[in-house]
């Protein structure tokens, strides 16, 4: 049988359950959360829906809701190749801000091919399949390719699908000519009883897995001995095709399982025994157990038909990206136990897919006694409340630089109590820190400032809001200016406009503009010979999508205001970079850039 395994080194939130049990992070202890995450795949005749808002969701546990949905996150993934070719590897981008939540934008794919179910020369056409399926994945999906139930991890996941492709066309099929039934009942046993496992392990990576599933065959459950005996050593019991579907639940696996068109037909001595059987029963037996284990799943059954089949890329094609819903459980529901969950969308034409069950940890002791000030000097990584945080940096006085910091809840309607921010410098050391005031937590969004030298940070924020929640995020920048002979610059910073005023903004949903603000110092010969363009394009050197004008407002004869807005209505959710060009005298001097994101939900 295969061993359970287990994956080190991997990211060890899970997800499914927002963090909410204590677990090691890059050293660093995560203390529980109180939110509950769902995930699910919401697809329209078109392929994903990204624009799904929170209301329009009905989610229920155990058949009681409908719950309160108190953030929706979409997550992108790689868009696949409509070529079906190898995709180029994205440029990577800075962040645009330090967040606590979780939100993976890449897959866990494996092949998993149970071998001593498909007999030889019967494999090319599922074989082929998968390997379709590999080339629409993007660039960061990671891939493995493992047999069972007697076999192993062939390769274990890796970006370099092409090794996995190569694995998979030296695939050999083992099965017998003829099986007996009970050499199918112990090797279906054995294939539920190794998924169960595979599975298990598969909990520790964060993000959706997808788990391809190639067998010709599982038998339903039955008794391998007479109705009054008792069960040998190969019977088949419901529990363990429910065993296999929580543990999918647990590591958030979606499962395709995908049948090779190997139609097996009953020994011809049948015929002989009673002229009025099925010379097929073997074959709808063995199929009869993969549609269970795709039922108990809520995965896709797939039958191959043929060398061009495009059933499963059909599918991978669609699931373009995915949600992140969280919720408060109610207090007896806290209990560690699986939970049913029934998710649906009120949006006529759009289908969900999310795991039929949801595992809510036991409540955790909350750390009710820390403070703000505690939390920022600890290093603990606090999650229950949900942050964004960014820094911009600008000039002050006798060579130091203003930080400019902003922080916001991921969830709507936060109302924060409390927030400390600090400056940590590159050797680990605490250089500054500040509280924000009482009008500065009276909004939605708390901008504070504070000052430091010159240098590299880490701004690292703690906050509680007014239900005592409590979460820490952290923000890597440099906190310094940008050289433009004969000026210096800046950060840039990304906004929108209210009533004339420029507010901060981290992520972009159906806005029209993002409004850029920055500042420029020096000296030159004449005030209006400094000018600006922005742009907006894929990647720092990549051609502009969108471009604008800004405007150059002097601000004695030493520094200048840059401001303006560019459209972004025409593009798709993901990240961007805006740039902004400096030039005096219509000669370029220097530019300063900044990552702009994107999202369906506008949060």
Not at 23 to 48: C, H, I, Y
Not at 191 to 217: H, I, R
Not at 333 to 339: I, K, S
């Amino acid at each position: 049988m295969l061993s359970r395994m287990t994956y080190l080194g991997r990211l060890a939130c899970t997800a499914v359950v927002a963090c909410g049990l204590a677990v090691s992070v890059s050293g660093q202890k995560v203390t529980a959360g109180e939110p509950v995450a769902v995930d699910f795949f919401a697809l329209g005749p078109d392929g994903s829906v990204f624009d799904l808002r929170a209301e329009e969701i009905t989610l229920k546990i155990d058949g009681r809701g409908p719950r309160r949905i108190r953030s929706l996150r979409y997550v992108p993934l790689a868009e696949p190749d409509p070529a079906g070719g190898a995709e180029e590897p994205a440029p990577e981008l800075e962040p645009p801000f330090g967040t606590n939540a979780i939100t993976p934008d890449v897959r866990w794919v494996s092949i998993v091919v149970d071998h001593e179910s498909i007999r030889p020369g019967s494999a090319g056409n599922a074989i082929n399949t998968a390997i379709r399926y590999i080339r629409l994945l993007g660039p960061r999906d990671r891939v493995s390719y493992v047999t069972m139930p007697n076999g192993g991890v062939e390769i274990d996941f890796t970006t370099d699908h092409e090794s996995v492709i190569a694995s998979l066309r030296k695939f050999v099929a083992r099965a017998p000519r003829e099986p007996t039934e009970q050499e199918r009942s112990c090797r279906s046993r054995l294939l539920l009883n190794s998924m169960s496992a595979y599975l298990e392990g598969l909990a520790q990576m964060q993000g959706p897995k997808m788990v391809v599933l190639l067998s010709s065959g599982v038998m339903n459950p039955r008794r391998d001995a007479p109705m009054l005996g008792p069960p040998g050593p190969c019977e088949i019991r419901q529990v363990y095709f429910q065993e296999v579907s929580t543990a999918a639940s647990i590591a958030r696996a979606h499962l395709y399982v995908v049948q090779p068109d190997d139609l097996a037909m009953d020994s011809p001595s049948a015929v002989f025994v009673d002229r009025t059987a099925s010379r097929f029963s073997d074959a709808d037996e063995d199929r009869a157990g993969l549609e269970s284990i795709a039922g108990v799943t809520g995965g896709e059954f797939i039958r191959i038909v043929g060398p061009e089949d495009r059933q499963l890329t059909n599918h991978a094609r669609g699931l373009t990206g995915y949600y992140i819903a969280t919720f408060e459980p109610a207090p007896g529901e806290r209990n560690g136990a699986m939970h049913r969950v029934e998710l649906s969308v009120a949006r006529e034409g759009v289908k969900v897919k999310t795991n039929a069950e949801l595992q809510i940890p036991r409540a955790a002791q909350r750390a009710a006694d820390a403070s703000a000030r505690d939390m920022l000097r600890s290093g603990l990584v606090y999650r229950a409340l949900p942050l964004r945080t960014t820094a911009f940096a600008s000039a002050a006085a006798d060579g130091r630089v203003k930080v400019l910091a902003v922080l916001e809840g991921i969830e709507p309607d936060v109302v924060f109590e409390e927030a400390v921010f600090g400056l940590i410098d590159a050797r680990n050391r605490l250089v500054a820190q500040w509280t924000a005031n009482r009008d500065e937590l009276a909004g939605s969004q708390v901008v504070t400032a504070g000052e430091g030298p010159a240098g590299p940070y880490r701004l690292r924020v703690a906050a509680i809001d007014d239900a005592g929640r409590r979460g820490t995020a952290d923000y890597e920048f440099f906190g310094g200016l940008t050289a433009a002979d004969p000026l210096l610059l800046s950060s840039l910073a990304l906004g929108v406009s209210r009533d004339g005023e420029f507010y901060p903004k981290l992520v972009f949903g159906s806005d029209q503009a993002a409004v850029a603000y920055f500042e420029v110092y020096g000296r030159t010969a004449r005030p209006d010979s400094v000018t600006a363009r922005l742009e907006v394009s894929a990647s720092s050197d990549g051609r502009a999508l969108t471009t604008g004008i800004p405007r150059v407002v002097p601000q004695g004869s030493e520094r200048w205001i840059v401001i303006g807005a560019l459209p972004i209505a025409s593009l798709t959710p993901g990240d961007y970079v805006l740039r902004a060009i400096v030039s005096v005298d219509g000669r370029p001097v220097g530019r300063v850039e900044r990552t702009l994101r994107k999202s369906a939900s506008g949060s």
